[in-house]
């Protein structure tokens, strides 16, 4: 029996998995995100472990005869925050998000600094990454970055509450901006271009492997066994990967979550960074993948329902779905860009746009919109996926956006590309943070890392992708009118 552990933006989610690939339960908890200041985004690492607790504390209460059984747990989360400890590993501040802003002046001081950076950590700067985020603390919190003795992502804060160890893995760790990603280790020379050293990193394991062992304390707390191990894990994209099966070249997944991923894996390092494509490298040892990456996907239609004042989501696309063909192709066009942009346009102060309104347009209208705007924005990394020589047959399609049929439709046209869709796909990082616990106490990866179930298969349908791309080239041509004064660092269409 193996858990996985997910800690997302909105919710830390915990997965129940047996030997069986049959998952037992799952629990969430809800988490919020704090906006103090335009482009800020931040949570307090302590509200983490509180969710983590309680909803261990309910899975305990609904499976505790499984509970017993546990052999090991995985973790997953959201990549890229900044946890800043002191010598007694206290926090000193709010934790610093994936999706923070701020740091876009520090992000061109650190390209030009190091012009050689993106061959080194495999990507260019952005202010998504953990770097920028220290670099602006030293120059604006001097006071507190003086202190810091410690620096963690947060899966790694909460492996810390969990083991009492330091430790991260290398898919999270690539995307601090301080790894040397073709070897798998910290770079010296990333670092202390930021004012940090070795001494303030946490040890690097593989994501298969054994991180430490769960504090006896919480093994009783909860029900587990007191021999229980903790694997390194992963970040949320590559946790999600293993979780489908995407662990050999040329898989890969499409992932409609607050973010969306376009995520492929391959047998070696292979940056393009001039397109704004991360490289990374996976949760398994001698893998890395690629991705493109878009800040603002399914969080775009929950902010639609909240404009339109609709009760969900869902009602919100019951009613899309009632659309004709001709007011689809009436409808007002719509720019993703909520929380700035990442692939193709590396520009954290772009913005969000409806275009085209008229008296006509209501909710349904913005709906469909807005799914159409996620879709042309994956289209958009899709493209610089294939300038960097990506090749895929077809995508898995997960995250919370999966559970839409009609929006996997409009993806698979608009991207062009056959997307599966997996049984319980929905599980997403947890899955993979249960299997790469698997992993760690002995699990063979050949009968592990398998795909689930194909439930469904959306292929593109000639109709719909030519209307499509009919209003892609209208989609390609309102940023540039929006933003016309190019971001330094961003490739040009």
Not at 53 to 74: C, K, N, Q, S
Not at 451 to 463: I, S, T
Request: hydrophobic share 45%; with cysteine.
């Amino acid at each position: 029996m193996f858990i996985g552990m997910d800690l997302g933006t909105s919710e830390l989610k915990l997965l129940l998995l047996d030997e069986r690939h049959q998952v037992l339960a799952t629990v969430s908890e809800p988490l919020q995100v704090s906006r103090p200041q335009p482009l800020w985004s931040e949570q307090a690492p302590g509200d983490w472990w509180t969710a983590t607790d309680a909803a261990m504390v309910r899975l305990a209460a609904a499976e505790p005869e499984a509970m017993r059984r546990v052999r090991a747990i995985g973790l997953s989360g959201q990549m890229h925050g900044a946890v800043v400890l002191d010598a007694n590993d206290m926090v000193l501040r709010p934790a610093i998000l994936w999706n923070d802003g701020r740091s876009g002046a520090e992000c061109e001081w650190l390209m030009q600094a190091l012009p050689q950076l993106p061959a080194i950590a495999g990507n260019l700067a952005m202010p998504g990454f953990t770097a920028p985020k220290l670099v602006w603390l030293s120059r604006h919190e001097p006071a507190l970055f003086e202190r810091i003795a410690s620096v963690l992502l947060p899966k790694d804060w909460l492996r810390l509450q969990l083991t009492g160890d330091k430790v991260s893995e290398m898919s999270d760790a690539a995307g601090t901006l301080w790894l040397d990603v073709a070897k798998r280790d910290w770079s010296d020379e990333l670092l202390t271009a930021c004012g940090l050293s070795r001494g303030q990193m946490p040890r690097l394991v593989e994501g298969s492997e054994v991180s430490g062992r769960l504090r006896s304390s919480l093994a009783q707390r909860w029900g587990l066994p007191a021999d229980v191990l903790v694997a390194g894990g992963g970040g949320d994209n590559a946790a999600s990967a293993v979780g489908i099966g995407a662990v050999r070249p040329g898989q890969g997944f499409l992932s409609l979550g607050t973010s969306g991923v376009l995520f492929v894996c391959n047998d070696r390092f292979r940056p393009n960074p001039a397109s704004a494509v991360h490289a990374f490298c996976h949760a398994l040892p001698g893998r890395w993948h690629q991705m493109s990456v878009m800040l603002s996907a399914a969080s775009c239609l929950a902010w639609a329902a909240k404009l339109t004042g609709q009760p969900d989501v869902a009602t919100l696309l019951a009613q899309a779905a009632t659309l004709s063909e001709a007011e689809k192709a009436a409808a007002p066009m719509f720019l993703p860009y909520l929380s700035g942009e990442r692939t193709p346009h590396n520009n954290p102060h772009a913005s969000g746009s409806l275009s085209g309104l008229t008296h006509e347009h209501g909710p349904a209208h913005i709906a469909h919109a807005v799914m159409e705007g996620v879709a042309f924005g994956l289209r958009d990394g899709w493209r610089a996926l294939a300038a960097a020589g990506t090749e895929v047959g077809e995508l898995s399609l997960v995250g919370g956006g999966a559970r839409s049929a009609l929006w996997a439709q409009m993806l698979a046209s608009a991207l062009d590309l056959p997307l599966v869709g997996h049984a319980g796909s929905e599980a997403g990082g947890a899955l993979g943070a249960a299997r790469l616990g698997w992993l760690a106490a002995g699990g063979d990866e050949a009968l592990v890392c398998i795909a689930p179930p194909v439930a469904q298969r959306w292929l593109p349908e000639p109709a719909e992708r030519e209307r499509l791309l009919a209003r892609y080239a209208r989609f390609t041509s309102l940023y540039p009118a929006l933003h016309p004064t190019p971001h330094p660092a961003a490739p040009s269409h």
